[in-house]
């Protein structure tokens, strides 16, 4: 079965500092890769997803990540964080083939300060 | 803008009172998923209609139901709420089963009180 590991389950950071959120997973058959964002009592919103082709994804509000296969992780990052990131970030695959269930890590609460 | 929404936001009822959820979507996708998020943990999946077809998680409570009248509107019904079942419930939609990407509502906060 797939699983989704976020190892810190609270990053604080300075404004204009860069962060990294960790996220591993584990699965017997190929994955594809997203991470969400959750401000405060709102829904999940797609920051950016692998599917296939280059390892480095670049997604909305300035975010990327990278696919690693050897290590089997799929860490976000942002060179320079505004306050407005301060959210919670979800790391989550789905089976290349068939249903798209879509599978959760326990999610990253980052906290900008000024 | 197409979109999914959730009525309502906010939810109060009292242990073991009925309730229903109300999930509708501009998109016109064919399947739409319930999610149940408790506080500081993932989301997680209790169910998904495809079109009219029925697909329950293997761990959904019995105390969980579904419905979907038609395309653009799905319910969920809890019907007898325990005080376990408080959480923020979320609404997605999905073009196909196989599509990778889901469209999520902003969440109804069920209280229960």
């Known amino acids: 079965a797939q699983s989704v590991t976020q190892l810190d389950s609270q990053v604080p950071v300075f404004e204009e500092a860069p962060v990294e959120l960790r996220c591993n997973y584990s699965s017997s058959v190929s994955v594809y890769l997203f991470w969400y964002v959750q401000y405060p009592n709102q829904g999940l919103q797609l920051l950016l997803k692998y599917l296939s082709g280059s390892t480095l994804v670049k997604g909305i509000n300035g975010f990327e990540a990278e696919f690693n296969k050897s290590q089997t992780s799929f860490h976000l990052r942002k060179p320079s964080v505004h306050i407005s990131d301060t959210a919670e970030y979800f790391c989550a695959v789905s089976w290349v083939m068939g249903f798209q269930k879509l599978v959760f890590g326990t999610g990253t609460r980052l906290l900008v300060s000024p | 803008d197409a979109m999914v929404i959730q009525n309502p936001r906010y939810q109060v009822t009292q242990f073991g009172k009925p309730v229903t959820l109300s999930c509708s979507q501009t998109l016109n996708h064919n399947v739409m998923y319930w999610y149940q998020q408790k506080s500081s943990q993932a989301p997680k999946l209790l169910f998904h209609?495809?079109?009219?077809?029925?697909?329950n998680e293997a761990d959904t409570p019995d105390n969980f139901q579904s419905r979907r009248p038609n395309t653009s509107f799905c319910f969920l019904d809890i019907r007898s709420p325990g005080l376990g079942d408080a959480a923020m419930y979320l609404c997605?939609?999905?073009?196909?089963?196989?599509?990778?990407?889901?469209?999520f509502g902003p969440g109804t906060r069920l209280t229960v009180t």
């Open positions: 997605a939609t999905s073009r196909e089963r196989t599509s990778y990407e889901q469209y």
């Open positions: 209609y495809y079109d009219k077809d029925f697909n």
